[in-house]
Nanobody
Framework: QVQLVESGGGSVQAGGSLRLSCAAS????????MGWFRQAPGKEREGVAVIDSDGTTTYADSVKGRFTISQDNAKNTLYLQMDSLKPEDTAMYYCAADSSWRRCTEATFRYWGQGTQVTVSS
């Protein structure tokens, strides 16, 4: 069965950096659309960044220029490099993956990880 396991979260001061990892098993990270989502307390889940199977990336306006999504096919792992972190980036971050080929704009994310907490203090 498909498993997505996130790691790399933690507490950091504003302006700092973190790199989140999403290790996949029974799933090839480069095969279909994958993405990172986040949910802050009391708020709805929002998309942060996605990457198509051809490597095309898309970012939420709130993280453009600060976050970078990437994948390492050899390690079968998805990453989210987060720089210049702000307190408003505080949330639980989730990795998600689609189950068939389609563009990320049409993706339905069937598989989800358990999440990793990111806390940014001012």
């Amino acid at each position: 069965q498909v498993q997505l396991v996130e790691s790399g979260g933690g507490s950091v001061q504003a302006g700092g950096s973190l790199r989140l990892s999403c290790a996949a098993s029974a799933y090839t990270v480069s095969r279909y659309c994958m993405g990172w989502f986040r949910q802050a307390p009391g708020k709805e889940r929002e998309g942060v960044a996605v990457i198509d199977s051809d490597g095309t990336t898309t970012y939420a306006d709130s993280v453009k220029g600060r976050f970078t999504i990437s994948q390492d096919n050899a390690k079968n792992t998805l990453y989210l490099q987060m720089d210049s972190l702000k307190p408003e980036d505080t949330a639980m971050y989730y990795c998600a993956a689609d189950s068939s080929w389609r563009r990320c704009t049409e993706a339905t994310f069937r598989y989800w990880g358990q999440g990793t907490q990111v806390t940014v203090s001012s």
